[in-house]
């Protein structure tokens, strides 16, 4: 493993292009900070990731077990022993065997950021992602409106992130009837949110959640700035694009296709816009069963994939129901990448389509595998534009905070580097695996403790067996097998 340990600092091309996390602007400021940390480029930048998942899908839908964590506020209780951990790893370090150069060097390792979904982004980060102050990145100058007849908080507004001078910011009658003169919320500092959280109470345990001590939405000191470099780290949570990918599919698809199609939901958005004093022509017209049944089909039938690059999404379309439905997060990010622009441009209008075409091939970009700097800066005012377009066509219970945090995805990718570093599709394949081991169900976890045992134990011993015999570690791969 030494080579690729130090990959990022011997081989890594280094031409202003973004191919790494090294070539984000966080990992940059880290080095500079910390120079006596990073001069020893066998030192490890770690990433953390916490999910929480299902281990009874089929017999109960309440049961979550998490593999590092338990719940709520107090998750950082139970985060204190890997938290003394990485203290230990960050002031001494560990003695580790360098086997290219034969000899031993002592390892150090910082945790660069977490990466999470939204709703657990509330609970490392101290910062609760509901109400009306949601977005993490706007802070108190997230801009949101109630719809009191839909029942939920909404995020538009997107004309402030426009440049000064553009024309929609005095286009009243496209947008809401207003002229938006904001100027675009102002990220934390990095040093911020350390002295705004330090004059936070935090008490643990059901008693807290009675007490309202949080300063705007900061709810609780995060055990994370116990780390003594963690309040310098300029980018500290990552948006989870694998978690955004699912839900803005879901939104598309269900503003689509209608899925709910109850009239009262129709109702109640034309009573919300009529609030908002948003013009009749504006409102939003919901598409005939024809069209619906034919975007259905036109799922349905690009869906023949080759193997190994979705999972069979043909069968997660109803159609003579009209509905798509019981897709899985890849899936999602496959139609959003490739399948859904062949029906939106064959049926919807071309100012829809282009709008939503727009989008899915801005999902497309930001996970490329290298990314200029140039194409960073065009997607920042590009997914602006989109956004802008998206609230003259889409109705306003649209807009949630999922489609809210698309406007700041280009921004992490200049601080952190390319997506697929730092997105959970690893984690949840390994949490997959993780529930394959539960034999016992009454006793999952241990199950999960056993298994992992058994597995590294299997591992461990595969090494020491002869090339004769077929291991996991020489066994050639199934799609090469012809070869
Ligand atoms: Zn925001």
Known sequence: ??????????????????????????????????????????????????????????????????????????????????????????????????????????????????????????????????????????????????????HKTIYMDHRMFLPMNHPWRHNKRSFNGKTELRAPPQLLDRTTVFYILQGIDNSFGKKQRRSKNGILNWKKWSVFFDLPYWKFNMFRHNLNVMHIEKNIVDSIIGTLLDIFGKTKDHAAARFDLKDMGIRKNLQPRYMSDGKRTKLAKCVKKGAKLPDGSASNIARCVQQTEKKISCYKTHDAHFMLHYLLQVPIKSILPDHVAMALV????????????????????????????????????????????????????????????????????????????????????????????????????????????NEDVQTRLNRVPRNNDEL
């Open 1 to 150: 493993m030494v080579e690729a340990m130090s990959w990022h600092h011997n081989e890594r091309v280094k031409d202003g292009s973004l191919r790494h996390p090294a070539d984000g602007e966080s990992w940059k400021a880290f080095d500079s900070r910390h120079e006596d940390f990073s001069k020893e480029p066998h030192n490890v930048r770690l990433g953390l990731a916490i999910d929480g998942f299902n281990l009874f899908q089929t017999l109960s839908s309440t049961h979550s077990t998490w593999p590092i964590v338990l719940m709520g506020n107090n998750i950082d209780v139970f985060l204190q022993p890997l938290i003394e951990e990485l203290k230990e790893l960050w002031e001494l370090g560990v003695e580790t065997y360098d086997s290219k150069e034969n000899k031993t060097f002592n390892m150090r390792a910082c945790l660069l950021w977490i990466i999470n979904n939204f709703p657990t982004y509330a609970m490392l980060s101290g910062w609760s992602t509901k109400g009306k102050l949601a977005c993490p990145c706007c802070n108190d100058e997230t801009s949101s409106i109630y719809l009191k007849h839909s």
């Open 358 to 465: 727009r989008l899915c091939s801005f999902f497309r970009r930001i996970c490329q595998k290298v990314i200029s700097m140039d194409e960073v800066v065009n997607l920042e005012a590009e997914i602006v534009k989109t956004l802008c377009r998206l609230e003259r066509i889409f109705p306003p219970s649209f807009f949630d905070i999922m489609v809210h945090l698309l406007i700041h995805l280009a921004i992490e990718l200049r601080l952190g580097g390319p997506v697929q570093y730092r997105w959970m599709y690893p984690v949840e394949r390994h949490m997959c695996t993780l529930k394959s081991y539960v034999r016992n169900r009454s006793h999952p976890e241990g199950s999960i403790a056993e298994g992992y045992l058994a597995n590294e134990c299997i591992n461990f011993y595969s090494r020491y067996l």
